[in-house]
């Protein structure tokens, strides 16, 4: 059974929504989603998501697996990701995994070795009884102060982690991050496709697809959300734009002042996606100006798939 996967990356409003139809019915493929905020439910203009016309009948998977108020994490991902493609490649499909979160992206195509490190149980009851003395919060600052990286990852609620992670500190002296982030290739082939344009024309993009997105009614969307007593969870409002558009509700911002730091700060966003993927050398950079991109794409992608499964 063929394993390949296409992975298709680059800035926000680059084109990969297209790019990725276009090859789903090429190689008669399923589409997975790598955006860390269209796993949520109920937050559909403001991240962008396609919608079930522009899907054709295209299956897509990692969309809508979460409720706006519940944490989900970059292991909560891999998790339902890795699951979604083994299920395409029993269905004979072909993956292609569509985003531009990029540690979403990663953790799939090149996996993480989860430390093999065994249980203390001791130590582990030990951390445990501390926290309920002391609470999530302090039990986390002490994961940050032996290993900072786990701890920007590790929701300081979720306490199953964070004492692993520092169990795993405490028995090897090597920090979990450090052990979690070896690589090893989970798919044969990868096909890396980059979509990205010249930086002002990107960024004219952006700031013309927020103002659409507001005339589609993402003010309305996010006050649906208020009217259903959401409280977006941690990693949820770090989705761009909906903080501002509570605050406009809220009449801390004006509409026009939020539409300023909405297009501001996805500008800002896409220019990380860009320096992220960038250090990426296997992936295939296409500019989606050129008039033939879209044929360029798929005769390319097409060559090195199809050679790769040889």
């Not at 030990?126 to 032996?146: K, M, P, S, T, Y």
């Not at 990426?280 to 008039?291: E, L, N, P």
Request: aromatic share 8%.
């Amino acid at each position: 059974m063929n394993k390949g996967l296409i992975v298709i990356v680059g800035p926000t409003a680059a084109g990969k929504t297209s790019v990725s139809l276009s090859i789903a019915k090429q190689f008669r493929g399923e589409i997975v989603s790598g955006d860390s905020m269209q796993v949520y439910q109920e937050m559909d203009i403001g991240t962008a998501k396609v919608s079930k016309k522009e899907q054709a009948g295209i299956p897509h998977h990692l969309i809508d697996v979460c409720r706006p108020d519940k944490l989900f994490s970059v292991d909560d991902y891999k998790q339902i990701a890795d699951q979604a493609i083994s299920d395409i490649h029993q269905r004979e499909a072909v993956p292609i995994l569509v985003g531009g979160t990029g540690l979403y992206i990663e953790s799939v195509v090149f996996g993480y070795l989860m430390p093999e490190t065994p249980e203390n149980p001791t130590y582990r009851m030990e951390l445990e009884r501390w926290a309920e003395l002391n609470g999530n919060i302090a039990l986390h600052q002490r994961l940050e102060a032996v290993d900072p990286i786990a701890a920007l990852r590790i929701h300081p609620n979720n306490r199953r982690r964070v004492i692993r992670a520092l169990e795993v500190f405490q028995q090897t002296g090597v920090p979990f991050s450090s052990q979690k982030l070896k690589k090893k290739p989970n798919y044969h082939p990868v096909v890396w496709i980059g979509v990205t344009m010249p930086r002002e024309l990107l960024y004219d993009r952006i700031n013309h697809r927020v103002d659409e997105m507001m005339d589609m009614g993402w003010l309305e969307e996010v006050a649906k959300l208020r009217k259903k007593g959401y409280h977006l969870s941690e990693t949820a409002e770090k989705a761009i734009g909906y903080r501002e558009l509570f605050q406009v509700l809220d009449h801390k911002l004006t509409l026009e002042e939020a539409i300023h730091k909405i297009k501001q700060q996805t500008r800002k966003y896409a220019k990380r996606q860009l320096t992220w993927f960038r250090r990426i050398s296997m992936i295939k950079w296409f500019d989606m100006t050129q008039a033939n991109a879209l044929k360029e794409i798929q005769h390319w992608t097409a060559g090195e798939f199809n050679t790769g499964r040889e």
